[in-house]
């Protein structure tokens, strides 16, 4: 049970990052269009991509010891380097939700949130190569990748469906500056919970 509720914590507070992946799920819930289907999307890749990570990784560690220590610093590099960038953001402001702009059908709509989800490197440094090498640091590897494919189903399904109740709120830009600087915390906890190991 402990390897799942740290496998849920870890990929929502990875997967809260406001990049273009969340803003695009984020602007079709408020625009009210292809939400289910963008959702199912986002959160089945995570999945897929998240089983190879824990998986992978698992199998890498016990072939190459060395390479979960690697993968442990490297992550914890990647961490301290976007929460910095969410800090900067925090600092800099200006942010602001604007879901305007003409809908798409359904079919470019999934090609978009396809690249969006697969050409990301950011998506497969979190899901991937980060989840893959935290889930080292849990006895149960599964039940740690159980716990952040649920993390990433909840989310996906609240952003996108609870985007209208958010409207308001991410109309002003001292939101964006408390979430972004919220995020900066989050990966800045992770990083130093991975350094103690």
Known sequence: MMSYLAGLGTGLSLILAIGAQNAFVLKQGLMRRH?????LFCAL???????AGVGGMAAAGARLPWLMEAM??????FLLWYGLKS?????AGGEALRP????????TTLAAIAALTWLNPHVWLDT???????????PDR???AAGAITGSFLFFFALGYGARLLAPVFARPRAWQWLEAGVGCVMWVI???LMIG
């Open 35 to 39: 939400v289910l289907a963008v959702c």
């Open 142 to 144: 599964t039940g740690f």
């Open 45 to 51: 890749s995570d999945a897929i991509l998240i089983a």
């Open 100 to 107: 305007e702009g003409r809908s798409n059908g359904l079919v």
């Open 191 to 193: 990083a130093l919970r």
């Open 87 to 91: 800090f900067r953001a925090a600092l």
């Open 72 to 77: 442990r610093w490297g992550g914890v590099a």
């Open 128 to 138: 991937v190569v980060l989840l893959g090498a935290v889930s080292a640091q849990w």
